[in-house]
Structures are given as structure tokens and as C-alpha cells.
């Protein structure tokens, strides 16, 4: 027996699984065969997406363009609001999930504004296809198509157009019969190296997906089509059954469009008595609002929402209008072209899209499904409207309208209970950070954890005397998260930690550690205590009267600690000038103050001596002041509270280590260090490491048959 396509994309799909199950992370070599089809399946979609509009839009009548525009256009814009509608329902049946990251760069990216007039008009249409700017190829592919309705001999052009996309269907389904290999790959690399934490938040998804459509397939589309014409509600799904039957099992839409045809005219035969000739539209209808987003379609966007608070950072409520303009005219394309770009457009990370193709094998069955009820509800309510059938009765509309508020809040309420057993497990992160350790084993210290015994009187330099003892004794302050802190087995790990070792090893000498108080910074740091202090000690003026720096090793930025739900009030300067009185903790550092003055003249500052203590005081205060490489730390042990580096021009923080009695023989050391362990790329390598969380979780191999059952 010969399997047709259906059947062999699930053969491929349970064998991608199986095998990913079987190698474990070998799968990862696959990636590049996965990367590979991807790219296929987006090569033809654009060229197509521009010959088809021109070609469909072109080919209508005067009259045809009229009737589509004025009555099946305003139809198909109402389907699109109440699609989207149903997209910004999804992020209420994710259920909340606490969450909180090391620090990212991308905190400190100025994002640019938002370019409509290049997102959607094309100044060079070329430029638009080269550069996927779906957008503006539909745009200019659609005003094209309408200036050839009143072209003579148009046809010439036409048949052009209809012999490129004949070629390019070809290409399609060629590259259409490689989909049960292309997700083999897939589905091997997911299954091979998910995380089952992230498997459990994927089900979120598809459970709130199929709840969302089967509402709109069996309820809300067919009940607008009994609410507003003679066609009762039972009527429209049992009549249209086979066809349902047949897209769902097929998975194609095109395939029964012939059959979603005559069952309307069926429809409007038996209930709604219409002309002849106005029971013959959905043969118009039909085919030209194929070419239109279809409820369905618009669905797919609930990926981007889903994706955003998959990764950590839900997507604000103020960039849902802008997801749902753009995202309706980038369906004009393919899905395969518009999430990728609509992830970007959102910052989004856009290695999320292999889950969107992995969950389309599920999705896409009811997708279709809901797409063919779509068709009928248009071709029906469309008719209708251009025969003089539709009937606005008002007290129907209210029942409609109640009923449909009762199944939403049920089915969204639903769906957010059951989707919180699949979220998976509880935070985590401030075990992850209390669990760091040194990268590599950079040598043995004596670790003080109080005052330690007073070193030797100077002789000569500090540096003479570190020469001597063949030791060097390196202060740390025990409140200086990530560059020193304890870790849950109770040893004193962070980066600038990690760098006195590397010192000690470098000078080839012993190593001590000793804790010291910040009073140094105002009394100076006595050679008694250590030889320097290495503790991302901030650089500021009235500091250096005190004590002697050293060259900066690296720049923080300063930035707002806030509650989550006020990331988006101290999103810019102007934001936080506008906000008034703001009560704001500041570290006890005159750089810190001295700049919040400066920039946010009404704040009142309370200033602290520790991080901490602002953290206990939380409730009586708007932010805290702190660095953003430091604060996204803190944010770890606080996952309720978010970094915000306030734009435009973020304002830089300078750590250097404190040498100790000023001596400059040593000063002169630790700078050529210091540029030493720049170019030697250690400091990028502590700083991934200790500030962005780069392997903070040990890896874990991958549970594989191969591996684990068989002990190959």
C-alpha cells in the first residue's frame, strides 16, 4: 500500500522522535539537515506570495474588485478582530511563572523605533523581497494587482504570472515531499536535546492552542453565521461535515475548497432563498478571500506571545497593536517567512521557531480545521450581505454575545488550570547562582573569614614584601555579589575571586583572602590589612582622594532594580523625570548619587551601605540604584524584581582593585596585569561565566536509550 504524504510527516516525526530518544545529544549533528530545510521552505514563499496577489487580484473584473472590496473586505477585516481577539487571550492561560536572568547585553541595546513607513511602503521593491520584508512585498505586489484590473490585454501579463507560479508550485511540492525528512531532523534534535523542563512549557502551548480553535470552530464562527443570517448554527456544521472531516484528516485547505463551494451554495439554497445568481458567490467569494489571512492564519501569531513569555520576557501590552497590524499583513505570506520575521521584529530569540515547527505537526490539523469553517463562515455571511439576507436582530446578537463571554472565560479559565500542572517545576534560579563554582582550578588559598592576623610592616614597597613572603594577601568585601559571596557548599567563589587566583598563580605566589569593610574608601586602606582589595570596587572621584586604583578591568552600567510590572514606567530618563517624587535606594557611593541628582532632580534618596538592606526596605521605596551586571544577580535571589537600563545614553560604571598604601611599584603590576588578562581573553571568560551565567548549571548529559538503557 502506498502511504500518502500525511501519513509519512508522522512516520517521519515518531521516527525523529525515536531517534533523538535513542542517541541522546548525538542528535545535535542533525541540526545542520534541520537548518537546511527550514531554509527551503522559505525560498519560494515570497516570489510566490508576489506573483500569486498580482496574479488573483489582477485577474478580477471591475466589478468583482467593487463587490470584494466593499462587502467581503469589511467581512474578512471583522474575522480579523475577532482572530486577534483570540490570539491576546493566550497569554491569560499561561499560567505565571517566576523568572529571572543573568545579565545580557541586550539590556543595554538602544531598540529602534519601530520604522512603519519602511516597514510597509517599499522604496525599493526589490530590497523588500532580498530582505524578507513581508510587509512591504504585499503591499506592493497588492496595488500592482490592482492596476492591472484595468489594464488592456492584460491577459499577455497574466499568463506570464500564472506559468511563474506554476513553476514555483513545482518547487513547492518539491520541497513539500521533503517535509517527512526535514522534520525527522527536527523532531531527532529536539527530542535528543530538550530540555524536559522546556517540554512541559510546550504543552502549555499546544493545549491552549487546540481549547482557543475548537471555541472558534464549533461555536463563535458558526454562531456569527446563525446570529446574523437565516442559517441556524446546527445546520452550518452538519451540512459542511465531510468537508471538515476531509481538511482535518488531510491537513490541506485547498484540497476541499471545491467542496466547501457547493455545500454553501447548499446553504443558502435551503435557508436563505437567495437569487440565482447571488447563490452562485461563493464560486467568487470563495477563491478570492483564499488569498486573505484566514482566521487560523491569524492564530499562528499567539506563537510570538507564546514564545516571549517561553523565553522569560512576555511581550508588553503596548506592542500588541503593532503585532497585530504587522502580523496580519506578514500572513499574507507564509507562516514559514512571517514568524521568523515577526520574532525578530520582537526580539524574540529566533531559534524558538524550530518549537513553532515541531508544534505545527499538532497545530496545523486543527489550524485547518478552523481555516475551513473560516471559508464557510465568509462564503456564507458574504452572500448573504450581497443578496440583502443578513438580519440584525438585537436581542439574538445579545444572547450570542453572552454565550460566547461564558464558553471564553470557561475555556480560557480551563486551560489555565490545567496548563499550571505542565509549566513545570518552581524557581530555581537562586539555587543555580548559590551553586556556582570556579570555571577551572586556578590554585590553592587560605580563605579569612574574619579579620585576619596583621601582615608584616613595610620595609620597602607592598610589592617588595609580596616578593618576600612569596604570598599575597587580597581583600574581598563579603557583600559584593557576583564578584564575591559564598556559594551553597560554602566557598568563597565570584569573578573577582576566580582573578585573585589567577594573580597568585601568575606572580607565582601563595594566596590569601581576607575580608575588609568598605570604611576603606574613606579612610584609605591600610598594608596591614592586604596587599589589595579585588571586589568590584566602583571607581569614583572622591574615592581616589583615599585610595590608589588601579586601570579599570571592566564598566557596569547603571540602572533601576523594579518591581516586574514597572519595567516599562523607568524604560527612559524622560519616563522617570516624568514620575515625579520617585523614592529611590542608592548605594552609598557619591558617583551613584551624584548622577541620580543629576538626571532625576525630584527623586528622594534614601542611601544604604549595602544591597541587601535596600531589598528589606523594598515596600517603602520606588527602585533601587545599582549596576545592571550586578542588580541582574540580585534580580536571581529576587526573581519579582527586573533590570531596566533607562534609554538614551546609559551611564558607566568603572570597577578597579584597591592598592593598598598607594604603593605604585604594585599599582604598576596589577595595570600590566590587568591588560595582560584583557587580551588573553580570562576577564571575557570570567565575565560570561560569573556576570552573563555562562554554564552556571554544570552540563548534564542527556538521557538517551543508547546511553542509559543499553550502556552502549
Not at 487580484?57 to 477585516?77: C, D, M, Y
Not at 485547498?254 to 457547493?262: A, N, S
Not at 609580596?466 to 567563589?493: C, H, M, Q, W
Request: with cysteine; charged share 15%.
Amino acid at each position: 500500500m502506498k502511504l500518502g504524504l500525511t501519513a509519512k510527516v508522522f512516520i517521519g516525526l515518531a521516527a525523529g522522535i525515536a531517534v533523538g530518544l535513542f542517541i541522546g545529544e548525538r542528535a545535535a549533528s542533525l541540526q545542520v539537515w534541520a537548518d537546511a530545510y527550514i531554509k527551503l521552505l522559505q525560498m519560494t514563499v515570497l516570489p510566490y506570495v508576489a506573483m500569486s496577489l498580482i496574479g488573483g487580484l489582477g485577474s478580477l473584473t471591475r466589478q468583482e474588485a467593487a463587490r470584494l472590496g466593499s462587502r467581503v473586505g469589511l467581512l474578512l477585516l471583522g474575522f480579523s478582530v475577532v482572530a486577534l481577539a483570540a490570539v491576546f487571550l493566550f497569554p491569560l492561560m499561561f499560567p505565571p511563572i517566576q523568572s529571572a536572568s543573568f545579565f545580557s547585553t541586550t539590556l543595554l541595546e538602544d531598540t529602534p523605533p519601530l520604522d512603519l513607513i519602511g516597514l510597509y511602503i517599499p522604496a525599493n521593491p526589490f530590497y523588500a523581497l532580498a530582505n524578507n520584508v513581508v510587509p512591504a512585498v504585499v503591499l506592493f505586489s497588492a496595488l500592482l494587482g490592482v492596476a492591472l484590473i484595468g489594464v488592456r490585454d492584460k491577459q499577455i501579463a497574466l499568463g506570464v504570472i500564472a506559468v511563474l507560479n506554476n513553476a514555483l508550485e513545482g518547487v513547492a511540492r518539491f520541497i513539500v515531499s521533503l517535509t517527512p525528512y526535514g522534520l525527522f531532523a527536527i523532531a531527532a534534535v529536539v527530542a535528543g536535546t530538550f530540555d524536559p523542563e522546556q517540554a512541559a512549557k510546550l504543552q502549555v502551548y499546544l493545549l491552549a492552542y487546540v481549547a482557543i480553535a475548537l471555541l472558534l470552530t464549533f461555536w463563535v464562527l458558526p454562531g456569527l453565521v446563525a446570529a446574523l443570517t437565516p442559517i441556524p448554527h446546527r445546520a452550518v456544521l452538519s451540512c459542511t461535515r465531510d468537508a471538515l472531516v476531509m481538511a482535518f484528516t488531510t491537513g490541506s485547505l485547498f484540497v476541499v475548497l471545491p467542496l466547501l463551494v457547493e455545500k454553501s451554495r447548499q446553504l443558502l439554497r435551503t435557508y436563505a432563498a437567495l437569487p440565482g445568481e447571488d447563490e452562485r458567490l461563493p464560486e467568487v467569494i470563495i477563491p478570492a478571500a483564499y488569498n486573505f489571512p484566514h482566521t487560523a492564519k491569524i492564530m499562528s501569531l499567539s506563537f510570538v506571545l507564546f514564545a516571549a513569555w517561553f523565553s522569560g520576557a512576555p511581550l508588553p501590552l503596548k506592542d500588541y497593536p503593532a503585532l497585530g497590524t504587522t502580523g496580519i499583513l506578514t500572513l499574507f505570506g507564509s507562516l514559514n517567512v512571517a514568524v521568523p520575521f515577526l520574532l525578530d521584529m520582537f526580539h524574540v530569540p529566533a531559534d524558538t521557531f524550530q518549537l513553532f515547527l515541531a508544534t505545527s505537526v499538532v497545530n496545523a490539523r486543527f489550524g485547518t480545521l478552523l481555516s475551513a469553517v473560516h471559508t464557510i463562515a465568509v462564503a456564507l455571511i458574504g452572500a448573504c450581505a450581497a443578496g440583502g439576507a443578513l438580519r440584525f436582530d438585537a436581542g439574538k446578537l445579545l444572547r450570542f454575545a453572552l454565550t460566547t463571554a461564558m464558553f471564553v472565560v470557561a475555556t480560557v479559565g480551563g486551560t489555565h488550570l490545567v496548563a499550571e500542572r505542565f509549566a513545570g517545576s518552581g524557581y530555581d534560579r537562586d539555587k543555580v547562582l548559590a551553586g556556582m563554582h570556579a570555571i577551572r582550578n586556578r590554585g590553592e588559598a587560605h580563605v579569612f573569614d574574619s579579620a585576619a592576623p596583621a601582615l608584616p610592616p613595610l620595609t620597602g614597597s607592598v610589592l617588595d614584601r609580596i616578593r618576600s613572603r612569596k604570598l599575597v594577601r587580597v581583600g574581598y568585601f563579603e557583600d559584593s555579589l557576583p564578584y564575591a559571596f559564598t556559594n551553597s557548599a560554602g566557598e568563597l567563589v565570584g569573578l573577582d575571586v576566580e582573578m585573585a587566583y589567577q594573580l597568585a598563580r601568575d606572580l607565582g605566589v601563595g594566596l590569601e583572602l581576607v575580608p575588609v569593610s568598605r570604611t576603606l574608601f574613606s579612610q584609605g586602606l591600610d598594608p596591614a590589612l592586604c596587599d589589595l582589595v579585588m571586589s568590584g570596587a566602583v571607581v569614583t572621584a572622591d574615592r581616589a582622594l583615599h585610595v590608589l586604583y588601579s586601570t579599570p578591568y571592566l564598566d557596569e552600567t547603571l540602572a533601576f532594580i523594579v518591581a516586574d510590572y514597572r519595567r516599562a514606567e523607568f524604560a527612559t530618563w524622560d519616563d522617570v523625570v516624568a514620575q515625579g517624587k520617585l523614592r529611590l535606594g542608592v548605594p552609598g557611593a557619591s558617583y551613584y548619587v551624584d548622577n541620580i541628582r543629576a538626571r532625576v532632580p525630584m527623586a528622594q534618596l534614601s542611601v544604604f551601605t549595602d544591597v541587601q538592606s535596600m531589598f528589606a526596605q523594598s515596600g517603602q521605596l520606588d527602585a533601587f540604584i545599582l549596576t545592571a551586571e550586578r542588580g541582574s544577580a540580585y534580580t536571581l535571589l529576587h526573581p519579582e524584581y527586573s533590570v531596566v537600563v533607562p534609554k538614551p545614553q546609559p551611564i558607566k560604571v568603572p570597577l578597579a582593585y584597591v592598592i593598598a598604601g598607594r604603593d605604585g611599584p604594585l599599582a604598576t603590576v596589577i595595570d600590566t596585569w590587568i591588560d595582560l588578562k584583557k587580551k588573553d581573553g580570562t576577564i571575557d571568560e570570567l565575565f560570561a561565566h560569573w556576570i552573563q551565567g555562562r554554564n552556571a548549571v554544570p552540563h548534564v548529559r542527556r538521557w538517551s536509550v543508547m546511553d542509559d538503557v543499553l550502556h552502549w
